[in-house]
């Protein structure tokens, strides 16, 4: 990273780096779980859980690519063992070992709370001292809240399906 460009981020360089890492781990275990959950989900209404698990799942590989290059740009280097992963997540791993689409949605639910709480720390520790990781945080905060609307709207959704048979 340039010198003037350590200088704006006004903190320690090395905790917004293995800050945005766990972060880094936490996106490719969230891509992970949104894509095999696509492949393995079952249920009455499969086909548009499955088309939000696959849309979800190319969000987080973006997010990680993001993470990865606010990263590098602070002279550090992304987390390059998939093994560093689960040790160093914030939000860890849900396999989803029962493919029925309910405890699959919930557990992609809950993934994305765990990721909005996440990025607010981020925020939390950047605000007015890193704002370029200020910045990329806020654009991947969006997307993590919109992420868990779509899983709660799909959840509601099979919900009123079941309740109505």
């Not at 917004?16 to 781990?25: M, P, R, S, W, Y």
């Not at 919930?106 to 981020?122: D, K, L, P, W």
């Not at 890193?130 to 809240?145: C, R």
Request: proline fraction near 2%; aromatic fraction near 6%; glycine fraction near 6%.
């Amino acid at each position: 990273m340039g010198t003037r460009g350590r200088e704006i981020v006004g903190l320690a360089v090395e905790t917004v780096i293995d800050t945005l890492n766990k972060a880094f781990a936490d996106e490719w275990l969230a891509y992970y779980q949104y894509w095999i959950g696509a492949k393995v989900v079952k249920g009455p209404t499969k086909d548009a859980v499955m088309a939000e698990l696959t849309l979800h799942s190319a969000d987080e590989l973006r997010h990680a690519g993001l993470v990865a290059n606010r990263i590098v740009q602070l002279g550090g280097t992304p987390l390059t063992d998939p093994a560093q992963w689960l040790s160093s997540s914030n939000c860890g791993y849900a396999a989803p070992n029962d493919s029925y689409e309910r405890l699959i949605l919930e557990q992609n639910i809950a993934g994305e709370q765990c990721a909005i709480s996440t990025y607010m720390r981020v925020l939390e520790l950047t605000r007015g001292k890193d704002e370029v990781t200020f910045a990329l945080v806020q654009q991947i905060l969006s997307d993590e809240v919109e992420h868990e609307e779509d899983l709660q709207n799909l959840l509601e959704d099979l919900d009123l399906m079941l309740s109505r048979r």
